[in-house]
């Protein structure tokens, strides 16, 4: 995977945030905001870009292993009994567990993100901004992932 400028400007800012106090957190909200957004749109889009290049057979697994999970609310396991290669079942199941991971670790570095909003706390910011760090690591490791996994690794 190819470093994207989106992530890498994001990378940027929030280790700067790490410094900041609570002024500076309050007048460059908005702009940390923007960035991370754009380095989210960046890094979805490279991740839809290499699902999008898998083999059908890939696609197929990934979405019975994303089926298991939402149908009917309940786990299932996909497995080689729906049609499946149960090896390609396993590299979908591995791509969608770090995409989940990712996806956490986003939600935390947003929430943390509020809430050191709604307290004004800098402590909670540059928490954020280390969460958000992390969850730019853990995007990109998934996005590894699932290149792997689309050569068959």
């Known amino acids: 995977m190819r470093k994207l400028p989106e992530v890498e400007e994001a990378r940027s800012i929030m280790t700067q945030g790490m410094e900041w106090g609570v002024w500076k957190w309050i007048t460059e909200k908005k702009r940390v905001r923007v960035v991370a957004d754009q380095a989210t749109d960046a890094l ?52 969608r567990e770090a995409d989940v991971v990712a996806e956490q670790c986003r939600l935390d570095a947003e929430d943390t993100f509020a809430e050191a909003d709604r307290k004004m706390s800098t402590e909670l910011a540059r928490q954020g901004a280390r969460k958000a760090l992390e969850r730019y690591d853990l995007h ?14």
């Open 140 to 153: 990109e490791k998934a996005i590894r992932r699932a290149e792997a996994a689309g050569r068959g690794k």
């Open 44 to 95: 979805n889009a490279a991740e839809m870009k290499v699902k999008e290049a898998w083999p059908e057979e890939l696609k197929l697994a990934y979405d019975a292993v994303v089926d298991g999970e939402f149908s009917k609310g309940k786990k299932r396991k996909a497995s080689s009994g729906n049609g499946v290669n149960a090896d390609l079942v396993k590299l979908a199941r591995e791509v």
